[in-house]
Structure formats: C-alpha cells, structure tokens
Antibody
Framework: ELQLLESGGDLVLPGGSLSLSCAAS????????MTWVRQAPGRGLEWVSV????????YYSDAVKGRLTISRDSSQNKLFLQMNSLTAEDTAIYYC???????????WGQGTLVTVSS | DIVMTQTPLSLSVTPGEPASFSCRSS????????????LDWYLQKPGQSPQLLIF???YRASDVPDRFSASGSGTDFTLRISRVEADDFGVYYC?????????FGQGTKLE
C-alpha cells in the first residue's frame, strides 16, 4: 500500500528552525521525484520545492528560496525539508507528494502542521 | 511567475447536475519542445489531502471516474463533471508545471 507519512511539524518561534520528514513506503522511492506543497490555514495550495529522483536537482519557490532546503535519503526512503529563518508566513500544513512519471503530484501524504508564532 | 486564475471562486450545484470549472493562465502552458500542455487539476475534499484528478490538461488520473473530463489549450482550461455526486464536493485547484515555480490557482469551492 502506498504511504507517505510526514512528521516534524511543531510550534516554533519566529527566526527558528525546523526539520520535516516524509517516510515513503509501498513504492520504489528512487524511481520518483518528490515535492513539498504547503497550505496556510484557510488558504489555498502553494508549491514549495521539488527534488529529482537522484537528488541532483532541486527547485524552490521564491518565497522559500535560501531558507528551506529539500533533500532525500534513499537508504531510508525519506524526504526532508530543512526550514530555517522561519516567519509567520511559513505557518501551514506541509504536504509531501510523489511526482508521477508524467510530472503530476499523484500521491499525497496527510500533512504536518508547522506553526511559527511567539 | 505564471499566474493561475480560477473562476468562479465558489459553485453551488445540486447532486446529479453538471458542474464546470474554469482556469486561466497568464501565459501559454504549451511546451513547444514536446507539445504537451502542463496543466493539472486537483481536488481537496474537506479535511483531506489533495488528490490528482487530471494531468497534462486532459488525462484522467488512475481511479478517477469518467464523469470527470477536462479540456483546454494555451491559456484557457476547463474541468467538467457530467453529474455531480456527493463525494465530489470540495475545493478544485488547477496547477501549472510548465516552468518553475509551479503555481496553483486560488481554487474553486464546489458546494
């Protein structure tokens, strides 16, 4: 059974850091690019970042470039998002999703909530 | 960045009736190199994660009922539901992945 399980969401102070994880199972992790998408409370979806199958290429939205870093560990079948210099605008549910061979986001995790507040 | 605009923002439909969603991009989503149009549709049901409905403008994702169809080219796209069912209610998003940063529309709430 396909599964993506995010973890690491928490309450963090402005300017703080947090690391999110996404554990993948039920498919061959190394065959797929992976992505993060976030959703602020009561708002729409916002694409954050994507990483290629082998981790060679990474792309980011302008809002997070330089502060958030995507990575993956194929030995653990895990996707990561290191979040630094957090602001209130980063408050959101963070979803990891699998990128299909065609390039769409064909399977999503349940999300993990990040709250940035003093 | 490519701006995605969805209309209407909300749509009230009775089960059994058809529904239509519009999505417009600020520039063409046609990839001149491979001829594909990189527009996807997602549905987020209340309290759930988003799910893929349509990829590359008109291809239904796995297990998506055939009452869902999509069309469009260039900058104008439409998602249609032939007969709305109770399980179809939620927010519909379009997303372009022609170029980075990928961008979503603001969503249309089907209620």
């Amino acid at each position: 059974e396909l599964q993506l399980l995010e973890s690491g969401g928490d309450l963090v102070l402005p300017g703080g850091s947090l690391s999110l994880s996404c554990a993948a199972s039920g498919f061959t992790f190394t065959n797929y690019a992976m992505t993060w998408v976030r959703q602020a409370p009561g708002r729409g979806l916002e694409w954050v970042s994507v990483i290629t199958r082998n981790g060679d290429y990474k792309y980011y939205s302008d809002a997070v470039k330089g502060r958030l870093t995507i990575s993956r560990d194929s030995s653990q079948n895990k996707l990561f998002l290191q979040m630094n210099s957090l602001t209130a605008e980063d408050t959101a549910i963070y979803y990891c999703a699998r990128v299909s061979i065609e390039g769409a986001f064909d399977f999503w995790g349940q999300g993990t909530l990040v709250t940035v507040s003093s | 960045d490519i701006v995605m605009t969805q209309t209407p923002l909300s749509l009230s439909v009775t089960p059994g009736e058809p529904a239509s969603f519009s999505c417009r991009s600020s520039q063409s989503l046609l990839d001149g190199d491979d001829g594909n149009t990189y527009l996807d549709w997602y549905l987020q049901k209340p309290g759930q994660s988003p799910q893929l409905l349509i990829f590359t403008a008109s291809y239904r994702a796995s297990d998506v009922p055939d009452r869902f169809s999509a069309s469009g080219s260039g900058t104008d796209f439409t998602l249609r539901i032939s007969r709305v069912e109770a399980d179809d209610f939620g927010v519909y998003y379009c997303m372009q992945r022609l170029e980075f940063p990928y961008t979503f529309g603001q969503g249309t709430k089907l209620e």
